[in-house]
T-cell receptor, first 111, second 117 residues
Framework: SQELEQSPQSLIVQEGKNLTINCTSS?????LYWYKQKYGEGLIFLMM?????EEKSHEKITAKLDEKKQQSSLHITASQPSHAGIYLC???????????FGKGTRLHILP | DAGVIQSPRHEVTEMGQEVTLRCKPI?????LFWYRQTMMRGLELLIY????????DSGMPEDRFSAKMPNASFSTLKIQPSEPRDSAVYFC???????????????FGDGTRLSIL
């Protein structure tokens, strides 16, 4: 079965610093999704990547997809307290309609 | 626009009791997903529906779990009898079209935090 591994599991950074979160799939990726979850709340969709080499940005968050490496990275520039939360990557399974998720990366921003 | 609505937000009950979780998807969304989230196992897909029909229930842990979608605007996830190991946050999500590789993101509700004593 396909698995998504996220690294690091937890990250503490000083406000204003840049950071990167990685998501690696054990099998071919069919669509890659990034979500953010605030503690005690639901998942908020950030962005979706479909093609190898694709890169998307939303405010200070940029995500890239490396199809050959079956990997995606999420980069936050000049982090702010509002970026704190859990970031989850999700990927399409084979050609099904369902998505599997990584276990998430917990991000803490120090003021 | 209203998002995915789940109820209740919190549920605390004793072992052996029946638990029913409810979900109202976003209007017009053809797909509905039920997930369970725990620290140990992360976010797990339990079952999903397309046009009210269950498509894949391979993630349902045991026969104690059942899910229904009687119409396009309502779904339930039932646990009977409940056990302490069922304690988790249960999420409902919906999407407007084919998910997964079909490139339609899922929209999540705020979840139901379930505690079985």
């Amino acid at each position: 079965s396909q698995e998504l591994e996220q690294s690091p599991q937890s990250l503490i950074v000083q406000e204003g610093k840049n950071l990167t979160i990685n998501c690696t799939s054990s099998k071919t990726l069919y669509g890659l999704y990034w979500y953010k979850q605030k503690y005690g709340e639901g998942l908020i969709f950030l962005m979706m990547l479909q093609k190898g080499g694709e890169e998307k940005s939303h405010e200070k968050i940029t995500a890239k997809l490396d199809e050959k490496k079956q990997q995606s990275s999420l980069h936050i520039t000049a982090s702010q307290p509002s970026h704190a939360g859990i970031y989850l990557c999700g990927a399409g399974v084979n050609r099904d309609d369902k998505i599997i998720f990584g276990k998430g990366t917990r991000l803490h921003i120090l003021p | 626009d209203a998002g995915v609505i789940q109820s209740p937000r919190h549920e605390v009950t004793e072992m052996g009791q029946e638990v029913t979780l409810r979900c109202k998807p976003i209007s017009g969304h053809d797909y509905l997903f039920w997930y369970r989230q725990t620290m140990m196992r992360g976010l797990e897909l339990l079952i999903y529906f397309n046009n009210n029909v269950p498509i894949d229930d391979s993630g349902m842990p045991e026969d104690r779990f059942s899910a229904k979608m009687p119409n396009a605007s309502f779904s339930t996830l039932k646990i009977q009898p409940s056990e302490p190991r069922d304690s988790a946050v249960y999420f409902c999500a919906s999407s407007p079209g084919k998910g997964g590789w079909g490139n339609q993101p899922q929209h999540f509700g705020d979840g139901t935090r379930l505690s079985i004593l």
